[in-house]
């Protein structure tokens, strides 16, 4: 038994599942879902992780299964804008970014971003009569968005969650704070999607760790030439940059502070 990563709807994170099958990425395959069972697309036939599968792969989609697959994904573009038109016409604050149609055809998911709680009642029952199909809604977040639509970052590369793929962690100003960014403002260190960039979380830790032993910014340190304040911390170089009582500055290493 091999592990397999694969998308079940385009704007998720790819699932780990158990597969007794030859696969490659690309593959489509019949997996056990919530409510019913659903075609994902393989993303990583053969993945190395110690986080065990709670669902298995039932099989390698059929050719009326790849049939039905291209005909529901040919279906979400008119779907997806059968919806806006809907929520303009009740006047929710939320966003439809994509939809889908179930493997079984009885049911339609539509994929949403808001910022806070919908009670979209009124327009369920709406897309129901209109699509003679159960619908169900789920809201999802702005980094789920921006994996759907893609793009690139400032530092020139695909964004994060599409190069990685899999859940990416939670991002913290915590992680900002660590590595003396925090302060540059929420634009600088914000994504595509509004929220922190995931790359604050990749050195965050070995900042942590060069920051032990190392004075807080503002604190007031014994120097070689006196006592001053800590005005900037360089974790890399191991060094601090000091206002002396006398109004000079200096730099001083770790080592040397008293």
């Known amino acids: 038994m091999i592990k397999v990563l694969a998308t079940l709807y385009p704007w998720e994170s790819p699932r780990l599942y158990a597969s007794d099958f030859d696969l490659k990425k690309g593959d489509l395959?019949?997996?056990?879902?919530?409510?019913?069972?659903?075609?994902?697309?393989?993303?990583?036939?053969?993945?190395?992780?110690?986080?065990?599968?709670?669902?298995?792969?039932?099989?390698?989609?059929?050719?009326?299964?790849?049939?039905?697959?291209?005909?529901?994904?040919?279906?979400?573009?008119?779907?997806?804008?059968?919806?806006?038109?809907?929520?303009?016409?009740?006047?929710?604050?939320?966003k439809v970014i994509d939809s889908m149609v179930s493997m079984d055809g009885k049911q339609i998911v539509f994929a949403f971003t808001a910022d806070g709680r919908i009670d979209f009642r009124d327009l369920v029952k709406n897309l129901s009569t209109?699509?003679?199909?159960?619908?169900?809604?789920?809201?999802?977040?702005?980094?789920?968005?921006?994996?759907?639509?893609?793009?690139?970052?400032?530092?020139?590369?695909?964004?994060?969650?599409?190069?990685?793929?899999?859940?990416?962690?939670?991002?913290?100003?915590?992680?900002?704070?660590?590595q003396q960014i925090a302060n540059r403002g929420s634009d600088r260190i914000s994504g595509l999607c509004g929220r922190l960039m995931c790359?604050?979380?990749?050195?965050?830790?070995?900042?942590r760790e060069m920051l032990k032993g190392m004075p807080e910014l503002h604190s007031t340190i014994k120097t070689s030439e006196g006592k001053g304040t800590v005005i900037e911390i360089n974790a890399p170089l191991q060094e601090v940059k000091v206002k002396l009582e006398?109004?000079?500055?200096?730099?001083?290493?770790?080592?040397?502070?008293?």
């Open 246 to 258: 006398n109004g000079k500055y200096i730099t001083v290493k770790k080592e040397d502070i008293k």
């Open 29 to 94: 395959v019949v997996v056990a879902a919530e409510h019913a069972n659903e075609i994902g697309v393989v993303e990583i036939a053969n993945i190395e992780s110690k986080e065990e599968p709670q669902d298995k792969i039932l099989r390698i989609a059929t050719e009326r299964d790849r049939s039905v697959y291209v005909d529901h994904s040919g279906q979400r573009k008119e779907l997806t804008k059968a919806c806006k038109e809907e929520i303009k016409k009740t006047g929710l604050e939320m």
């Open 130 to 178: 209109k699509f003679k199909k159960s619908i169900r809604m789920q809201q999802v977040g702005s980094r789920d968005e921006a994996k759907r639509l893609g793009g690139y970052g400032i530092c020139g590369r695909e964004i994060c969650c599409i190069r990685f793929g899999g859940n990416m962690q939670s991002i913290t100003t915590d992680m900002a704070r660590a």
């Open 199 to 207: 790359c604050l979380a990749y050195e965050a830790e070995q900042y």
